[in-house]
C-alpha cells in the first residue's frame, strides 16, 4: 500500500511540474522552513496547555503548510497585515487558529511569549479567528465557509483590484463535507479564479471518527479535476513538495487550483500521531515528554527567516467606498404604483453610477428581485452565483473584505434562511454586506408558502449590530437602499412583490430609527403601525373607520431594528396608548414583536398584533391577505375591538 500511495504521488508530482520553471529551494532553506514547522507545533501545544483547551493536534497536520505558505510563498507587510496588496490567507478550519496565530507571532508581528494568552477572556487570541485582530479578515470555526469567502477576494482581485495578490484557503478534510464547499468549487472553478489556491488538509480524522473517504487522495483529486480544478496530490509534511505545489499554483493560469495535503493529525507527537480521541484536547501530561522531542527536530536554532519567493508589488488600487449618494434623487408620482423590488434595482443603478466599487451578487433571482438592472448598466458589476445561497453570501462577505466593494445581496427572501449561518458569521467577522429580500409573506400569492418569506424580519433582528430597513414605497426603498450603502454592519431590506401606491414626496428625508407618521389627525383614537404591504392596507383601513368617526393615526417605522422607539411611545401616548401592528410575517420575532420590546417599559399602552397566524397556501395575493386576517377588513376588525379595551 506505500508503495501505491508513492507511486501515485509521484505520477502528479511529475504529471503537475512537467514543463513548469521551478527553482528548488537550498537544502539549507528547506531546512529553516522544516524547523519553523516545528516551533510553531511547540508554540500551539504551549498555547493550548496554558488555556487546557484547543485543539493542538489539528495544528500539527497544518504545521509545514503554515510554514512553507508564511515563510516562502505568502507575500504580505507586517506593518500592514490588511495591506491591499498583500496575499489574503483564509483558515477555513478555523479551530487551528494557534497554529495561525504562531505564524504571525513567529513572523515577528506581536512577541511569541502573547500566545500564552489563547482563550483567555481579556486576549483577542480567540479559541477561532475573528477580526479583532489586525490580521484575520474573516471569523471562522463554522465549518464549510471560509472557501467561499476567499472565493468573493478572488473574484475581486481578479476582476475589480485587477492586482497581482493571491488568496489561499485552507480547509479541512472533515469539513469537505459540507455542500457548502462544493457550491464554493463549482463557483470558483466557473469564474476560471487562477488567483486562488485552496489547500484541504487530509489527515484522515475527524472529531469523533475517521472521514468518509479517509485518506483516499485519489477520490479527492478526481473530484477537483471533475470540477475543473488542477489537482495537486502532496505529502503535507514535505517542504519540497509544498514549495513545489504553491509554485505550480501561482503560475497556472484559467483554473484555480487545490492542493490535496496527506497528512497525519498530530504529526510528530510520539504516541498520539494518527491516532483517534485526541481532537479538541490539549496534550496535558503528554505535552512536556512531546516538546522535548520537537526540540531535538529543530536544527537551525537562530532566528526566524522569511524566503519570500518573490516580492508583493503594490498594485491595488485605492478605493473610496464613504458617502455613496444616489446619481439622482427618486422620481415618482403620488398614487403611482410600483413595487418596491423594483426601486431597489433603479437605487442600485443611481448608487453604481455614484461609485465604481457597488456592486451586486444574486441567486439566479435578478429578474424578480430586479438586480438585473444593475447587470444590464454595467454587466463587470454583476455577479451571478446562482442557485447556491450559502455561497452567495460567503462570496459576498469575502467581496467586502478590506473595503474593497459595497455588495448588495438578493434573492427571495426566504431563501436567505438557509444561509443564516454565513450571515451570522458575517456579523462575527464585522462584515458590511446589504441584504434585499423580494417576495415576502402571503402577498406573494400563488407561488405558495415554500417562497414567501416569513420569517426574514425574525431573523435579521437577531443578527448582532444589524440594521433592518422595511420600506414602505419606492421612494423609501431607494433611500434605503443608500441608506445600507453606508451603514457598517450587516443591513437587510425587505421588498415587496406586488406594486403599491407612492405615499412619499420625492423629496423626503429617510433616517435609520426614524420613523414617519403618514397618517393622522387631531382626533386620533389609536396609532395602527405596518410596514409594507400591510402599511397600505392600513392607510385603506383608516380611511374606512374615519367613515364612521373613528380616527386612527398610521405609522411607518421604516426601520424594524433599529426601531424608533421614542416616535412610537410618543405617538402612542397622544391616542390614548392603543397600539395595533399589523404585518405580513409570522408572529414570532417580526414588527410587533419589535414593537412590543418598545413598549414594554412603558405603562399604559397596550399592543394588539395581526401576522400571519399559521404556514399559509396559495392562492391570489388581496385573497391571501384576508385569509389570514392582515387585509384593511381586518384591520379595522381588529382597531374596533381595540378601543373597546
Given at each position: 500500500?506505500?508503495?501505491?500511495?508513492?507511486?501515485?504521488?509521484q505520477?502528479t508530482?511529475?504529471r503537475t511540474?512537467?514543463?513548469?520553471?521551478?527553482h528548488?529551494?537550498?537544502?539549507?532553506?528547506?531546512?529553516?522552513?522544516?524547523?519553523?514547522?516545528?516551533?510553531?507545533?511547540?508554540?500551539?501545544?504551549?498555547?493550548?496547555?496554558?488555556?487546557?483547551?484547543?485543539?493542538?493536534?489539528?495544528?500539527?497536520?497544518?504545521?509545514?503548510i503554515?510554514s512553507?505558505?508564511?515563510?516562502?510563498?505568502?507575500?504580505?507587510?507586517l506593518?500592514?497585515?490588511?495591506d491591499?496588496?498583500?496575499?489574503?490567507?483564509?483558515?477555513?478550519?478555523?479551530h487551528?487558529a494557534?497554529?495561525?496565530?504562531?505564524?504571525?507571532?513567529?513572523?515577528?508581528?506581536?512577541p511569541v511569549?502573547?500566545l500564552?494568552?489563547?482563550?483567555?477572556?481579556?486576549?483577542?487570541?480567540?479559541?477561532?479567528p475573528?477580526?479583532?485582530?489586525?490580521?484575520?479578515?474573516?471569523?471562522t470555526?463554522?465549518l464549510g465557509?471560509?472557501?467561499?469567502?476567499?472565493?468573493?477576494?478572488a473574484?475581486?482581485g481578479?476582476n475589480?483590484?485587477?492586482?497581482?495578490?493571491r488568496?489561499y484557503?485552507?480547509?479541512?478534510?472533515?469539513?469537505?463535507?459540507?455542500g457548502?464547499?462544493?457550491?464554493?468549487?463549482?463557483?470558483a472553478?466557473?469564474y476560471?479564479?487562477?488567483?486562488?489556491?485552496?489547500?484541504?488538509?487530509v489527515?484522515?480524522l475527524g472529531?469523533?471518527?475517521?472521514?468518509?473517504l479517509?485518506?483516499?487522495?485519489?477520490?479527492?483529486?478526481?473530484?477537483l479535476?471533475?470540477?475543473?480544478?488542477?489537482a495537486?496530490?502532496?505529502?503535507?509534511?514535505?517542504?519540497d513538495?509544498?514549495?513545489?505545489?504553491?509554485h505550480?499554483?501561482?503560475?497556472?493560469?484559467?483554473?484555480?487550483?487545490?492542493?490535496?495535503?496527506?497528512t497525519?493529525?498530530?504529526?510528530?507527537?510520539?504516541n498520539?500521531?494518527?491516532?483517534?480521541n485526541?481532537?479538541?484536547?490539549?496534550?496535558?501530561?503528554q505535552?512536556?515528554?512531546?516538546?522535548?522531542?520537537l526540540?531535538t527536530?529543530?536544527?537551525?536554532?537562530g532566528?526566524t527567516?522569511?524566503?519570500h519567493?518573490?516580492?508583493?508589488?503594490?498594485?491595488?488600487?485605492?478605493?473610496?467606498?464613504?458617502?455613496?449618494?444616489?446619481?439622482?434623487p427618486p422620481?415618482?408620482?403620488?398614487g403611482?404604483?410600483?413595487?418596491?423590488?423594483?426601486?431597489?434595482g433603479?437605487a442600485?443603478?443611481?448608487?453604481?453610477q455614484?461609485?465604481?466599487?457597488?456592486?451586486?451578487?444574486?441567486?439566479?433571482?435578478?429578474?424578480?428581485?430586479?438586480?438585473?438592472?444593475?447587470?444590464?448598466?454595467d454587466?463587470?458589476?454583476?455577479?451571478?452565483?446562482?442557485?447556491?445561497e450559502?455561497n452567495?453570501?460567503?462570496?459576498?462577505i469575502?467581496?467586502?473584505?478590506?473595503?474593497?466593494?459595497?455588495a448588495?445581496v438578493?434573492?427571495f427572501?426566504?431563501?436567505?434562511?438557509?444561509?443564516?449561518?454565513?450571515i451570522r458569521m458575517?456579523?462575527?467577522s464585522?462584515?458590511?454586506v446589504?441584504f434585499?429580500?423580494?417576495?415576502?409573506?402571503?402577498?406573494i400569492?400563488e407561488d405558495?408558502?415554500s417562497?414567501?418569506?416569513l420569517?426574514d424580519?425574525?431573523m435579521?433582528?437577531?443578527?448582532p449590530?444589524?440594521?433592518?430597513f422595511?420600506?414602505?414605497?419606492?421612494?423609501?426603498?431607494?433611500?434605503?437602499?443608500?441608506?445600507?450603502?453606508?451603514?457598517?454592519?450587516?443591513?437587510?431590506?425587505?421588498?415587496?412583490?406586488?406594486?403599491?401606491?407612492i405615499i412619499?414626496?420625492?423629496n423626503?428625508?429617510?433616517?435609520?430609527?426614524?420613523?414617519?407618521?403618514?397618517?393622522?389627525?387631531?382626533?386620533d383614537?389609536?396609532?395602527?403601525?405596518?410596514?409594507?404591504?400591510?402599511?397600505?392596507e392600513?392607510l385603506?383601513?383608516?380611511?374606512e373607520?374615519?367613515?364612521v368617526?373613528v380616527?386612527?393615526?398610521v405609522l411607518?417605522?421604516?426601520?424594524?431594528k433599529?426601531?424608533?422607539?421614542?416616535g412610537?411611545?410618543?405617538?402612542?401616548?397622544?391616542?390614548?396608548g392603543r397600539?395595533?401592528?399589523v404585518?405580513?410575517?409570522?408572529?414570532e420575532?417580526?414588527?410587533g414583536?419589535?414593537?412590543?420590546?418598545?413598549?414594554?417599559?412603558?405603562?399604559?399602552?397596550?399592543?394588539?398584533?395581526?401576522?400571519?397566524?399559521?404556514?399559509?397556501?396559495?392562492?391570489?395575493?388581496?385573497?391571501?391577505?384576508?385569509?389570514y386576517?392582515?387585509?384593511?377588513?381586518?384591520i379595522?376588525?381588529?382597531?374596533?375591538?381595540?378601543l373597546?379595551?
Open positions: 500500500m506505500k508503495y501505491r500511495l508513492s507511486t501515485l504521488l505520477f508530482i511529475k511540474f512537467l514543463n513548469m520553471a521551478y528548488k529551494p537550498e537544502a539549507k532553506v528547506v531546512q529553516e522552513l522544516k524547523d519553523i514547522a516545528n516551533k510553531l507545533r511547540i508554540q500551539s501545544i504551549i498555547g493550548t496547555q496554558a488555556s487546557k483547551s484547543g485543539h493542538p493536534t489539528s495544528c500539527s497536520s497544518i504545521a509545514e503554515i512553507v505558505l508564511f515563510f516562502n510563498t505568502m507575500r504580505y507587510k506593518s500592514a497585515p490588511k491591499p496588496s498583500s496575499d489574503r490567507f483564509v483558515l477555513s478550519k478555523g487551528a494557534p497554529i495561525l496565530y504562531a505564524a504571525w507571532a513567529e513572523a515577528g508581528l506581536f511569549d502573547e500564552k494568552n489563547l482563550r483567555k477572556l481579556n486576549s483577542d487570541l480567540e479559541g477561532h475573528t477580526p479583532r485582530l489586525n490580521f484575520i479578515d474573516v471569523g470555526g463554522s465557509q471560509g472557501l467561499a469567502v476567499a472565493a468573493g477576494m473574484y475581486v481578479k475589480y483590484d485587477k492586482a497581482n495578490y488568496v484557503c485552507l480547509v479541512g478534510d472533515g469539513e469537505a463535507a459540507e457548502s464547499i462544493w457550491e464554493s468549487i463549482h463557483f472553478s466557473h476560471n479564479l487562477d488567483n486562488l489556491c485552496l489547500i484541504i488538509d489527515n484522515r472529531q469523533s471518527e475517521e472521514t468518509s479517509g485518506h483516499n487522495m485519489n477520490t479527492y483529486s478526481k473530484r479535476e471533475a470540477f475543473g480544478f488542477n495537486i496530490v502532496v505529502d503535507g509534511h514535505d517542504v513538495e509544498l514549495v513545489k505545489a504553491f505550480v499554483a501561482a503560475t497556472t493560469k484559467d483554473k484555480p487550483t487545490a492542493i490535496l495535503a496527506k497525519f493529525k498530530g504529526k510528530n507527537f510520539p498520539v500521531e494518527n491516532l483517534d485526541w481532537h479538541g484536547k490539549p496534550l496535558g501530561d505535552a512536556e515528554r512531546i516538546i522535548q522531542h526540540k527536530l529543530v536544527k537551525n536554532q532566528p527567516k522569511i524566503h519567493q518573490e516580492p508583493l508589488k503594490d498594485d491595488a488600487p485605492i478605493v473610496d467606498i464613504s458617502n455613496i449618494k444616489l446619481s439622482s422620481n415618482y408620482e403620488l403611482q404604483s410600483i413595487a418596491t423590488r423594483n426601486a431597489y433603479t442600485l443603478v443611481k448608487l453604481a455614484s461609485n465604481p466599487r457597488v456592486i451586486a451578487l444574486d441567486g439566479d433571482m435578478k429578474n424578480s428581485t430586479f438586480s438585473e438592472k444593475l447587470k444590464k448598466f454587466a463587470s458589476r454583476f455577479i451571478e452565483c446562482f442557485i447556491a450559502q452567495l453570501v460567503g462570496v459576498a469575502g467581496a467586502t473584505c478590506r473595503d474593497r466593494t459595497v448588495f438578493s434573492t427572501a426566504t431563501f436567505l434562511t438557509r444561509a443564516f449561518d454565513q458575517g456579523a462575527i464585522q462584515s458590511n446589504n434585499v429580500g423580494s417576495h415576502c409573506g402571503v402577498s400569492g405558495g408558502p417562497q414567501m418569506g420569517e424580519l425574525a435579521f433582528r437577531s443578527i449590530g444589524s440594521t433592518v422595511y420600506p414602505g414605497d419606492a421612494v423609501a426603498c431607494e433611500r434605503a437602499v443608500e441608506l445600507a450603502a453606508n451603514t457598517k454592519g450587516i443591513t437587510f431590506i425587505r421588498t415587496n412583490r406586488p406594486n403599491t401606491p412619499y414626496q420625492n423626503e428625508i429617510f433616517q435609520i430609527g426614524k420613523s414617519h407618521v403618514v397618517k393622522s389627525t387631531p382626533n383614537q389609536l396609532l395602527i403601525i405596518g410596514g409594507g404591504v400591510t402599511l397600505i392600513a385603506t383601513a383608516a380611511e373607520l374615519a367613515k368617526n380616527f386612527a393615526r411607518d417605522p421604516f426601520t424594524i433599529p426601531i424608533d422607539k421614542e412610537i411611545i410618543k405617538n402612542a401616548l397622544e391616542v390614548g397600539i395595533l401592528t404585518e405580513d410575517h409570522y408572529p420575532g417580526g414588527l414583536e419589535a414593537v412590543l420590546s418598545a413598549v414594554a417599559e412603558q405603562r399604559n399602552i397596550v399592543v394588539k398584533k395581526l401576522a400571519v397566524p399559521r404556514v399559509p397556501r396559495s392562492g391570489p395575493p388581496t385573497a391571501l391577505l384576508d385569509y386576517g392582515i387585509s384593511s377588513k381586518h379595522v376588525t381588529a382597531a374596533n375591538e381595540l373597546k379595551l
